[in-house]
């Protein structure tokens, strides 16, 4: 296979979830390179009154951790389908393997 149809094979497995997360983390990440270009070399808040400085922090923050939640919010999505589906809790549930 060439990369191309690897791609599209991934995208097409990706759940709407998961294709959200990564698609708002891009957007976190492209206006956290653009708020950083603008502030240059200082200290403390970089400059910024605190309402700037909160808002980069809040859009650094996504940045990175929306990509790490892509997993979990998948699996947890999958997980109340199939309760949704089975009416309880199925065997193949990662709940039923935690010991009592």
């Known amino acids: 296979m060439n990369k191309a149809s690897n791609f599209s094979t991934l995208l097409s497995s990706l759940q709407p979830i998961a294709i959200f997360l990564l698609i708002a983390a891009g957007v976190a990440w492209y206006l956290t390179v653009l708020q950083s270009q603008i502030m240059g070399n200082m200290a403390g808040t970089m400059g910024m009154t605190l309402a700037s400085y909160v808002l980069m922090w809040t859009l650094m ?3 990175m951790m929306l990509p790490a ?7 947890y999505n999958r997980m109340i389908r199939s309760y949704k589906l089975f009416g309880s809790l199925s065997s193949r549930s990662p709940l039923c393997d935690i010991p009592t």
Do not use: K
Request: overall charge positive; aromatic content about 0%; cysteine-free.
């Open 61 to 63: 923050m996504a940045a």
């Open 69 to 75: 939640i892509t997993p979990l919010a998948t699996r």
